[in-house]
């Protein structure tokens, strides 16, 4: 007699509406983060199958609602109608430990068509204006409670405005280190992805009461 593998399910599933991604963790300890383009562009639903081509303008797709089908699946419902789509947890997982290569596939698919995804031809993102909070130690070290902070269009999410403020903030930019703040949008608690809109209020706030040593500064002679 043999031990049976353990039935692959998932441990918790997010939607991240804001960001237009869909979170999930399984069972194996292995979590993906799937955008709702990527999921909608490869659903398995007849009708798409059937096209014969990759689907386009879905840059912006969203989703509505997750139905349960059973203890093996669920069904996205998409903002734009599409609502056949079956995804077995088998087929999360695999979308997710394949993704980098599916997308690749995909663009691949589109370039050979002579298609391009919306966003390609879109002109440059106009800057976007976010009040930024500090809160305990970083107010104090940053010199300021909060701030208007004009994102440029590669800026587009949490993790890039971190990335950008440390920069800015030069040799204080190390108290802003990912892994030292948490952050929240909207008074919500927020992913490194999530998506920074006009008009967002941001607020940063360390993880522990102490700030961080600053960074060990390399002595003469040193690499």
């Known amino acids: 007699m043999t031990d049976r593998t353990p039935e692959l399910y998932p441990t918790e ?3 991240h509406r804001k960001s237009r991604v869909l979170s999930i963790a ?4 292995q979590r993906f983060d799937l955008p709702c383009e990527y999921l909608r562009v490869h659903s398995r639903a007849a009708e798409v199958r059937a096209m014969g081509r990759p689907e386009v303008g879905k840059e912006g797709v969203n989703i509505d ?4 089908q059973g203890s093996y699946a669920v069904r996205l419902v998409f903002d734009d109608g599409h609502d056949t789509g079956i995804y077995s ?5 695999e979308l997710g430990v394949n993704q980098e290569k599916h997308w690749a596939e995909y663009l691949a698919r589109l370039e050979a068509l002579g298609l391009q995804r919306g966003d390609r031809a879109a002109p440059p993102a106009a800057p976007r204006r976010v009040r930024v909070l500090y809160f305990a130690y970083l107010a104090q070290r940053l010199h300021k409670e909060a701030e208007e902070v004009a994102l440029p269009g590669d800026v587009p999410d949490v993790a890039a405005l971190l990335a950008l403020l440390r920069r800015r903030e030069r040799e204080r930019g190390y108290l802003l280190a990912d892994d030292a703040v948490r952050v929240t949008v909207n008074r919500q608690f ?3 992805f999530t998506r920074l809109d006009e008009g967002d209020e941001v607020a940063i706030v360390p993880n522990s009461p102490t700030p961080p040593p600053p960074p060990r500064k390399p002595r003469s002679g040193e690499d």
């Open 13 to 15: 599933i997010s939607l």
């Open 26 to 29: 399984f069972s194996d300890g």
């Open 65 to 68: 609602r997750i139905e349960p």
């Open 89 to 93: 947890w088998e087929t999360l997982h």
């Open 190 to 192: 927020a992913e490194p």
